[in-house]
């Protein structure tokens, strides 16, 4: 791999010229910094910006490492990725990933995180869930994104799924349904319970009597979908002998939505207007293929991931729970 030294030697030209034409284009003549544009692309020179830092030199983009804990597993998941190195590039900072899975020793996916010495780093997670901090990033620059913990007090962007939840189930309401079904996420999920808990606020509050809402939750199989469908499916069945008795349905998510479609259309149910379904997580590249458009509400993956890294890239100091909007997406089939 060519060093710094060979590009000089090309270029005929001091290893400071080379410097400069890397980190300060604009402090060379122009023909200086073209022969030393030149010889770098002629050896394929790469900057050694993790040497840079080991050194205390800050004079190259700063970087923000992330620490993926699944993130990369699920379409809508891969947005808050996208958004922080977006976020990053606009800013003129670096990103890097390391992708941690829950099978697996966390310890060698963080040392190699630290190893490239980032100037920030933000934990990510596939699903809203609580996580237990390694005591390797407790003293670091760290921001928490899709995910909160108990360690101690940190700077953490999350959806706001309840009122979220709560007001799309207020136009469940306002449109006149009055038996909802309902199938929630795994009650060992946070957002399984959050959302119950806003679906049942919004329906008090409403002067609705809780004994109207039929209330399940699926199991918990995150690398076993077809339970889920498995059971979403029977909860459907107890509940259409000869027709639904229920008017409209609301999903933990959109996949569960997925499978109600299939189910009460080979039923000979049209939804809208015999039961209509609200969805929730707006899964990227599917909420429009539904037939009819599925309503329901946008998880801000891309807005948690923008920002947090403009925490990082910012320098902000507080550290506490930032609540990013879900916005209700009206479609067709409610």
Same mark, same amino acid.
């Given at each position: 791999?060519?060093?710094?030294?060979?590009?000089?030697?090309?270029?005929?030209?001091?290893?400071?010229?080379?410097?400069?034409?890397?980190?300060?284009?604009?402090?060379?003549?122009?023909?200086?910094?073209?022969?030393?544009?030149?010889?770098?692309?002629?050896?394929?020179?790469?900057?050694?910006?993790?040497?840079?830092?080991?050194?205390?030199?800050?004079?190259?983009?700063?970087?923000?490492?992330?620490?993926?804990?699944?993130?990369?597993?699920?379409?809508?998941?891969?947005?808050?990725?996208?958004?922080?190195?977006?976020? !990053? #590039?606009? $800013?003129?900072?670096? %990103?890097? =990933?390391?992708?941690?899975?829950?099978?697996?020793? /966390? &310890?060698?996916?963080?040392?190699?995180?630290?190893?490239?010495?980032?100037?920030?780093?933000?934990?990510?997670?596939?699903?809203?869930?609580?996580?237990?901090?390694?005591?390797?990033?407790?003293?670091?620059?760290?921001?928490?994104?899709?995910?909160?913990?108990?360690?101690?007090?940190?700077?953490?962007?999350?959806?706001?799924?309840?009122?979220?939840?709560?007001?799309?189930?207020?136009?469940?309401?306002?449109?006149?349904?009055?038996?909802?079904?309902?199938?929630?996420?795994?009650?060992?999920?946070?957002?399984?319970?959050?959302?119950?808990?806003?679906?049942?606020?919004?329906?008090?509050?409403?002067?609705?009597?809780?004994?109207?809402?039929?209330?399940?939750?699926?199991?918990?199989?995150?690398?076993?979908? !077809? #339970?889920? $469908?498995?059971?979403? %499916?029977? =909860?459907?069945?107890?509940?259409?002998?000869?027709? /639904? &008795?229920?008017?409209?349905?609301?999903?933990?998510?959109?996949?569960?939505?997925?499978?109600?479609?299939?189910?009460?259309?080979?039923?000979?149910?049209?939804?809208?207007?015999?039961?209509?379904?609200?969805?929730?997580?707006?899964?990227?590249?599917?909420?429009?293929?539904?037939?009819?458009?599925?309503?329901?509400?946008?998880?801000?993956?891309?807005?948690?991931?923008?920002?947090?890294?403009?925490?990082?890239?910012?320098?902000?100091?507080?550290?506490?729970?930032?609540?990013?909007?879900s916005p209700f997406l009206q479609r067709e089939s409610l």
């Open positions: 791999m060519a060093s710094l030294k060979d590009v000089a030697k090309l270029a005929s030209v001091s290893l400071m010229t080379v410097s400069r034409a890397i980190n300060n284009p604009d402090k060379l003549n122009k023909e200086t910094y073209k022969r030393v544009k030149q010889a770098i692309k002629q050896l394929n020179y790469v900057p050694d910006l993790s040497a840079r830092k080991i050194r205390g030199d800050n004079s190259g983009p700063r970087a923000i490492g992330v620490l993926a804990l699944e993130t990369a597993m699920t379409p809508f998941s891969v947005e808050l990725l996208q958004a922080i190195e977006k976020t !990053a #590039q606009k $800013y003129g900072w670096n %990103t890097f =990933i390391v992708n941690l899975f829950d099978d697996k020793d /966390p &310890d060698h996916a963080i040392d190699t995180l630290l190893s490239y010495r980032p100037d920030g780093i933000i934990y990510t997670t596939m699903g809203l869930r609580k996580v237990e901090l390694p005591e390797k990033l407790r003293d670091k620059n760290l921001v928490l994104a899709n995910c909160i913990s108990d360690a101690e007090q940190l700077a953490c962007y999350i959806p706001d799924d309840y009122l979220g939840q709560y007001q799309a189930t207020q136009q469940v309401i306002a449109k006149g349904y009055k038996k909802p079904l309902c199938i929630y996420l795994s009650e060992q999920t946070l957002a399984g319970n959050i959302r119950r808990r806003a679906v049942e606020q919004a329906w008090i509050d409403a002067g609705r009597n809780l004994n109207d809402l039929s209330s399940y939750h699926t199991f918990y199989t995150p690398d076993n979908l !077809a #339970q889920e $469908y498995m059971m979403t %499916t029977e =909860i459907l069945k107890q509940h259409c002998h000869n027709k /639904p &008795d229920f008017d409209v349905l609301i999903c933990g998510n959109d996949r569960i939505a997925f499978v109600a479609y299939q189910f009460l259309l080979g039923k000979g149910c049209h939804i809208p207007s015999d039961v209509a379904v609200l969805g929730y997580d707006n899964m990227v590249g599917t909420g429009e293929l539904f037939y009819p458009p599925l309503t329901t509400v946008q998880l801000p993956h891309y807005e948690i991931g923008e920002q947090a890294a403009l925490h990082i890239i910012k320098g902000k100091n507080d550290k506490e729970v930032t609540y990013i909007a």
